[in-house]
Nanobody, 123 residues
Framework: QVQLVESGGGLVQAGGSLRLSCAASVRTFSAYVMGWFRQAPGNEREFVAAISWSAGSTYYADSVKGRFTISRDNAKNTVYLQMNSLKPEDTANYYC????????????????WGQGTQVTVSS
């Protein structure tokens, strides 16, 4: 069983930055692919970013490329999402997820999910 706890969300003005963190309670954190997803009210949950177990590969949604950066610290069992140049359309609940597979954007391949952290970007 993997428990994931997100933090770092909040209210920020457009153009600002936030850094989300996701702490995992698991011994073999380095074996898991980690991803960030988001869901805005009335919308389906969508992929944001993913990082392979070794951090050698990263994937990004087109909507966040060049603005968001995913990283991980396997020694701290933590994955991060640095969000810069935030836009009002980035407003959503952000979820961290882990999966025991190769890096993927497919939500169905992620086995464990956090409770989410709210990000609100004002115009």
């Amino acid at each position: 069983q993997v428990q994931l706890v997100e933090s770092g969300g909040g209210l920020v003005q457009a153009g600002g930055s936030l850094r989300l963190s996701c702490a995992a309670s698991v011994r073999t954190f380095s074996a898991y692919v980690m991803g960030w997803f988001r869901q805005a009210p009335g919308n389906e949950r969508e992929f944001v970013a993913a990082i392979s177990w070794s951090a050698g590969s990263t994937y990004y949604a087109d909507s966040v490329k060049g603005r968001f950066t995913i990283s991980r610290d396997n020694a701290k069992n933590t994955v991060y999402l640095q969000m810069n140049s935030l836009k009002p359309e980035d407003t959503a609940n952000y979820y961290c997820a882990s999966g025991y597979s190769r890096i993927t954007t497919d939500q169905g391949k992620y086995d464990y999910w956090g409770q989410g952290t709210q990000v609100t970007v004002s115009s």
